[in-house]
């Protein structure tokens, strides 16, 4: 069922985005929960960008960062609706992303 959901909301992504969704989406760590693999995935890619902000591409990873960000998000609340704010919570400025931030303005 998660393999369908995510093939549908990658098919309205529009292009060259979801290439890039999918070359992201098909590295994703298949043991894992699906919010989280997409969560990680974003992540990383954020990470990677982080020393190369002023090259053309890293804007084309960044908005790639956000639809796996946002795909996560979706993912939580299609398979638990009830705990999507538990889940971006933990998500959140106060959770990995939080930490990823202050790595980035270099806090940590």
Do not use: H, I, N
Request: aromatic share 6%.
């Amino acid at each position: 069922m998660a393999a369908e959901w995510l093939g549908d909301k990658l098919a309205q992504s529009p292009e060259p985005l979801r290439g890039r969704l999918e070359t992201a989406v098909g590295q994703l760590d298949g043991e894992a929960e699906l919010c989280t693999a997409l969560f990680a995935a974003a992540c990383q890619l954020l990470e990677s960008t982080r020393g190369r902000l002023d090259r053309r591409e890293a804007a084309f990873d960044l908005l790639t960062a956000d639809g796996l960000l946002t795909l996560a998000c979706e993912a939580a609340a299609f398979d638990d609706p009830e705990g999507l704010a538990r889940r971006c919570q933990a998500m959140g400025p106060g959770g990995e992303f939080g930490r990823l931030a202050e790595r980035w303005v270099g806090r940590s």
